[in-house]
Structure formats: structure tokens, C-alpha cells
């Protein structure tokens, strides 16, 4: 296969795409969106952030809501040798599943926070939320069954396969979060199914749309999943050390949950001294003070297990890329896709 030499990109590269890839799907999300009956239509555009709990619009911070399986469904339909904008169907369709599961989600997680403000849960009830999360479902599949007749079938049974993947490692992060005994593998299956499976189902779709061959498709897919691999471990670190002015949720956020995140098993898995104290502190039940929360993501940096997670991204990352090699794509969209892929490296740390 040929590799794919990609022009030096910009510190700001992965930006730039994110924006201007954005700008092209968005007007079809927002106009999918309004579709929606009025009560859910409010419900999910609070999520999204386009406005308040009343409907009135407000000003996105910086960073919300990158939107990154949709701007991968378009830069792989690009990559293919089709037009950006054939994919626009793939692309409104994943980020509609991508928020189906944020609602719901935060629902089974707790989380009170989204997007740096009150989660919809919280806002409009669990029940309202829950139903919004559905209707988002429905129009993600009506999405791709209103559109393209010749590829609707194949890419519907794609986002369904997707989607059950993403029930089954939802499923598995229950089971992970319930009690003690959890293994790196336990960890791999989670990440298999809640995320590498939509980035790697975006890819897909992308490429379906684009008129990739089935070859294209098929190393796409894998690229998008590993690339998911590496974006959730750089979740999982985020979720311990990132900055909340940038991650919208609080510091130490995880570890205030006792996630069983990858560098939180890593850790308790280590049979090191440091491994054992966190042990004991999320066996013990009680809430932790900022002050120990910090004193926390020291021991688990003490076992290695930060590291450990970083390299497994960089490892993912690596193998993406691989995949990208392979699949003898246009350059500029494929120079985009790294791009991306280098984005996910820097969230790492």
C-alpha cells in the first residue's frame, strides 16, 4: 500500500478543522433538531448548549462541544474521494447518537455537570431527559433511513451495531463500577464499546457516504476505534487531572465518583504501597475533602498508572495511524485526519 506523506500542520491545525469542518454539518444537526416535538426540542437543545432552559440563545465557551465524530464522518467522506458535505447524513446522524448517550449517561453516572453547567437531568428531570435522549435516537435513525436509498441499509445496520456496542460496554461500566476486582481488560471492554465503537462507526459511515471502497471502509473503521481507544484514555486522565476550566467538570472529578477509570485500576492493580492506600480510601465510604482528593491522584500517579494510560494512548494513537497509512486516501483530508489524531495525542499530557 502507498503511504500517505502529510504536509506539516500547525500547532492550531486541529482547530482549524474542527471549525471548519463544523460549520458544514451543523446547519443540518440544528435543523434535525428542530424537528424534534417542542418539549424534547428544548430538552436537547440546552444540552447541545445552544441556549438556556428557557430557549434563549447563549454564547458556547470556548472548547464545548468539539464534535468530534462528526467532523470524522466528513474528513473520512472526504478522504474517500467524495465531497465533505455527502456525508453530512453519517455526520448528523452519530453526533445525535453521540448525545442520545450523554444524556443518558449522565443519568446512570451521576454526573451533575455537562458542558460546564448544570447536566439536563438535573434541570429538566430524569425522566424528560431520558425521553429526550430517545427522540435522539429515533432522529439519528431516521437520518440515515431518509437519505441516500442505495447506502441507507447498509449504514443503518452499521449505527445499529454501533449503538448495541455502545449498550454493551454502558453495561459493562456498570458492572466495573459496582465493586472491587476490576481488571485492565475489564477497562479495555469499556472503551471498546462506549467509545471506540461510535468514532470508529462515524469513520464508517463517513466513507460510505464518501463512495469508499470496502477496503477504505474497513481500515477507516479501524482507525476511528483506535483512535476512540486513545481518546478515552486521555478521558480518563483528563477525569483526574485535567483543568475544569477546560474539561467543564469539577477537579478530581473521578476520583470524587470512585471511577474505576483505566489509571484508577492500573493503580489498585499495581501491589504497591500507593495502590493499596487508594484501596482502602474508596473502600471506605466516606467523602473525600478536596485536600484528600489531591493526596488521591498522587497515589495513582505514584504506581505508574498515569503513565501507563498515556502510553496506551500514544500506542492506539500510533496503530491509527497505521491504519490511515494503508487505506491510500486523498492527502489533504487525510493530512486533516492526523491532524485530529494529534489533537487526541496533546489531551494526553
Known amino acids: 500500500m502507498t503511504m500517505i506523506e502529510a504536509p506539516a500542520r500547525p500547532a492550531g491545525a486541529a482547530g482549524q478543522v474542527l471549525a471548519r469542518t463544523r460549520a458544514v454539518f451543523e446547519p443540518a444537526l440544528r435543523a434535525a433538531v428542530h424537528r424534534l416535538p417542542t418539549p424534547i426540542r428544548r430538552i436537547a437543545g440546552y444540552h447541545l448548549g445552544?441556549?438556556?432552559?428557557?430557549?434563549?440563545?447563549?454564547?458556547?465557551?470556548?472548547?464545548?462541544?468539539?464534535?468530534?465524530?462528526?467532523?470524522?464522518?466528513?474528513?473520512?467522506?472526504?478522504?474517500?474521494?467524495?465531497?465533505?458535505?455527502?456525508?453530512?447524513?453519517?455526520?448528523?446522524?452519530?453526533?445525535?447518537?453521540?448525545?442520545?448517550?450523554?444524556?443518558?449517561?449522565?443519568?446512570?453516572?451521576?454526573?451533575?455537570?455537562?458542558?460546564?453547567?448544570?447536566?439536563?437531568?438535573?434541570?429538566?428531570?430524569?425522566?424528560?431527559?431520558?425521553?429526550?435522549?430517545?427522540?435522539?435516537?429515533?432522529?439519528?435513525?431516521?437520518?440515515?433511513?431518509s437519505d441516500r436509498p442505495e447506502i441507507a441499509p447498509r449504514a443503518l445496520h452499521d449505527l445499529a451495531a454501533g449503538m448495541q456496542d455502545l449498550c454493551a460496554g454502558q453495561s459493562a461500566d456498570m458492572r466495573l463500577a459496582s465493586g472491587p476486582g476490576a481488571t485492565l481488560d475489564d477497562c479495555r471492554e469499556v472503551i471498546a464499546g462506549k467509545t471506540a465503537s461510535l468514532l470508529g462507526c462515524a469513520c464508517s459511515l463517513g466513507a460510505m457516504y464518501g463512495g469508499g471502497g470496502a477496503a477504505q471502509v474497513r481500515l477507516l473503521r479501524m482507525f476511528g476505534e483506535r483512535l476512540g481507544h486513545a481518546f478515552q484514555l486521555a478521558d480518563d486522565i483528563?477525569?483526574?487531572?485535567?483543568?475544569?476550566?477546560?474539561?467543564?467538570?469539577?477537579?478530581?472529578?473521578?476520583?470524587?465518583?470512585?471511577?474505576?477509570?483505566?489509571?484508577?485500576?492500573?493503580?489498585?492493580?499495581?501491589?504497591?504501597?500507593?495502590?493499596?492506600?487508594?484501596?482502602?480510601?474508596?473502600?471506605?465510604?466516606?467523602?473525600?475533602?478536596?485536600a484528600v482528593l489531591t493526596h488521591l491522584a498522587g497515589l495513582v500517579e505514584r504506581t505508574g498508572a498515569r503513565r501507563l494510560a498515556a502510553d496506551l494512548a500514544a500506542r492506539n494513537l500510533a496503530d491509527a495511524v497505521a491504519c490511515l497509512d494503508a487505506a491510500v486516501l486523498r492527502p489533504g483530508p487525510a493530512a486533516d485526519l492526523r491532524a485530529i489524531a494529534d489533537l487526541v495525542g496533546a489531551r494526553t499530557g
Not at 474517500?80 to 458535505?85: I, L
Not at 446512570?108 to 439536563?120: C, E, N, Q, S, W
Not at 431520558?130 to 440515515?144: F, P, Q, R
Open 50 to 145: 445552544w441556549w438556556d432552559a428557557d430557549e434563549r440563545p447563549v454564547e458556547v465557551p470556548d472548547g464545548t462541544g468539539k464534535a468530534i465524530r462528526p467532523v470524522l464522518a466528513l474528513l473520512c467522506g472526504a478522504a474517500v474521494g467524495g465531497d465533505a458535505a455527502d456525508a453530512i447524513p453519517a455526520a448528523v446522524a452519530v453526533e445525535l447518537v453521540h448525545n442520545f448517550s450523554l444524556l443518558h449517561d449522565d443519568i446512570m453516572d451521576g454526573d451533575r455537570t455537562r458542558r460546564h453547567r448544570p447536566a439536563a437531568w438535573t434541570v429538566f428531570g430524569t425522566a424528560q431527559a431520558l425521553l429526550a435522549g430517545d427522540s435522539l435516537l429515533v432522529a439519528a435513525m431516521d437520518t440515515l433511513a
Open 238 to 290: 483528563l477525569g483526574i487531572w485535567g483543568d475544569p476550566r477546560e474539561t467543564g467538570k469539577p477537579a478530581l472529578g473521578d476520583l470524587a465518583r470512585r471511577k474505576r477509570s483505566l489509571p484508577v485500576v492500573a493503580a489498585l492493580a499495581s501491589g504497591t504501597a500507593a495502590g493499596r492506600e487508594l484501596s482502602a480510601a474508596y473502600e471506605a465510604g466516606v467523602e473525600f475533602s478536596p
